[in-house]
């Protein structure tokens, strides 16, 4: 009884770190459409601040995707620990 407690325990573990780099991901995902979205509508309202707007909006999404890949590493380190 107390291995099967162990082996659910261990999978509850997995499923929850798997569920966390999925949300991660789709955050990451969610954040950098709307970066995109906003600067797109920006360029378009105002054409002569595209090359402002394109480096500011390169480096947001950078740093999205930074913390995404922080929150699935860590999520993987779960799993792998």
Not at 33 to 40: D, P, Q, T, V
Not at 41 to 69: C, H, N, Y
């Amino acid at each position: 009884m107390e291995l099967l407690a162990i082996l659910l325990d261990a999978t509850y573990g997995i499923m929850g770190a798997g569920i966390g780099a999925g949300i991660a991901a789709i955050g990451a995902g969610l954040g950098i459409g709307r970066i995109g979205g906003s600067a797109l509508e920006s360029m378009a309202r105002q054409p002569e601040s595209t090359g402002d707007l394109r480096a500011s909006m390169i480096v947001a999404a950078a740093l999205v995707e930074g913390a995404a890949f922080f929150a699935i590493i860590v999520c993987l380190l779960i799993v792998l620990l």
